[in-house]
């Protein structure tokens, strides 16, 4: 059974900065690929950043392209998300998740990921 549980969410003002991390256990975890993940209130859930097993690639979204970084401490079991430059329409849950598949293809669909966090919320205030 794969748990993950994230943090680091909170109330920060447009510019502003967090860093999400994303506790992960019940598995090989530096096999799978990790992605985060967001969703606005009335908005379906959207890619936001994937990150390869090793942590040597990275694919992110547009829109958080040049303001998000992703890193991952394989001996630690964890992921982090580390953004800046925050924007209003940021303001989402967060959740992290496990890829379905082995492999280092960086998927960036939901259904590509099959166990995810609780989430935690990001409000970004202009």
């Known amino acids: 059974q794969v748990q993950l549980v994230e943090s680091g969410g909170g109330l920060v003002q447009a510019g502003g900065s967090l860093r999400l991390s994303c506790a992960a256990s019940?598995?090989?975890?530096?096999?799978?690929?990790m992605g985060w993940f967001r969703q606005a209130p009335g908005k379906e859930r959207e890619f936001v950043v994937a990150i390869s097993g090793s942590g040597g690639r990275t694919y992110y979204a547009d829109s958080v392209k040049g303001r998000f970084t992703v890193s991952r401490d394989n001996a630690k079991n964890t992921v982090h998300l580390q953004m800046n430059s925050l924007k209003p329409e940021d303001t989402a849950v967060y959740y992290c998740?496990?890829?379905?598949?082995?492999?280092?293809?960086?998927?960036?669909?939901?259904?590509?990921?099959?166990?995810w966090g609780q989430g935690t919320q990001v409000t970004v205030s202009s």
């Open positions: 998740a496990v890829s379905r598949f082995l492999g280092s293809a960086l998927r960036i669909r939901t259904d590509d990921y099959h166990y």
């Open positions: 019940g598995r090989t975890f530096s096999l799978y690929v």
